[in-house]
């Protein structure tokens, strides 16, 4: 079935108008789904994994090229491109499998270029029994239009707000326009989920990732979040900036600025939420969706039957 969004796609803030059918957005996709892997994972904040992982599901192509992107094999960050393409039942039966391994949550990552499909194949495994919580998780780099269509299927956002700087966001998100659109973002999930209740998967997560040479830019959001978020949203504060390797040297977040962080945040009253250990040196956060389990295998299992499709 076609959709008219794709033929015209506003679906994020890049407002390419492409016709998808035809050619490929700024997302670097078309209209025919892509998915880069889907299974268990066990990294996720504590809520969202559960016991044995949320279901996740990485779509191809974003409407950001982060220069550092971790997931740029998939994200079409450097013109790599991997996934295999499927079809909306298809999709909803990946859904399904993933409610069948155990999984906590459904996890949709980076899916804004795809809203159209992602809500074809949920009503679709609704009607063929899935229940699972659905995760939006995103860039936070999406259209209002987008996420309007989206909103009513998902419980639980878990949203980047990578920065609020201009000159931030040219240097790691590939787009300065990044810094005026997260705010009205924020503003709207706000007003149509004003609180957090993550006993049920309802609300709000907040993902902000310290990027190196840049804790200003993190005390200013830090700010911000506490002036007119925290009693809405629930903040997870990162520190696994990892820099591709053959991409220039950039200094990992001191201990010394991790403590800043910690008194600023005890200063302003942001009592509930997830602070990264950033001692977990042993931890490969940078994936390789070259492999079947792109993950550390304490992490991650992947969805027999999204292998059975990649295999096909």
């Not at 969004?5 to 492409?18: G, Q, V």
């Not at 987008?146 to 201009?166: E, F, N, R, V, W």
């Not at 979040?225 to 009693?231: M, S, T, V």
């Amino acid at each position: 079935m076609e959709s008219k969004e794709y033929h015209d796609c506003t679906l994020c803030p890049n407002m390419c108008h492409a016709d998808r059918y035809r050619a490929t957005g700024v997302c670097r996709q078309g209209a025919q789904v892509r998915i880069a892997w889907a299974g268990l994972h066990r990294g996720e904040e504590p809520p969202i994994t559960g016991e044995h992982g949320s279901g996740m599901i990485f779509f191809s192509g974003c409407p950001l090229h982060c220069r550092y992107c971790q997931n740029r094999q998939i994200s079409g960050s450097d013109g790599e491109n991997y996934g295999i393409a499927v079809s909306e039942e298809e999709m909803s039966g990946i859904m399904l499998s993933l409610q069948d391994m155990g999984a906590a949550t459904l996890n949709l990552v980076t899916g804004t270029h795809f809203i159209p499909s992602i809500i074809r194949s949920l009503e679709e495994a609704r009607e063929r029994g899935l229940s699972l919580p659905v995760v939006w998780n995103s860039s936070g780099y999406e259209s209002i239009h987008g996420l309007g269509l989206i909103d009513p299927y998902i419980d639980l956002y878990l949203l980047d707000c990578k920065t609020l700087s201009a000159e931030t966001a040219s240097r790691f998100c590939g787009k300065a326009a990044y810094a005026s659109h997260i705010i009205p973002v924020m503003d709207w999930i706000k007003e149509r989920h004003p609180y957090t209740d993550l006993d049920s998967l309802k609300g709000t997560v907040l993902r902000h990732l310290v990027f190196p040479g840049e804790i200003a830019s993190s005390i200013s959001f830090l700010r911000l979040f506490a002036e007119r978020y925290k009693d809405s949203f629930c903040l997870s504060f990162m520190t696994q900036f990892v820099p591709p390797r053959e991409k220039a040297y950039l200094p990992a977040i001191s201990g010394e600025e991790v403590d800043m962080v910690l008194a600023l945040m005890d200063e302003l009253g942001i009592e509930d939420g997830f602070m990264q250990d950033p001692d977990e040196d042993d931890v490969l956060w940078i994936p390789d969706f070259t492999k079947d389990v792109p993950f550390p295998a304490s992490f991650a299992d992947p969805d027999p039957f999204f292998l059975s499709l990649k295999h096909r």
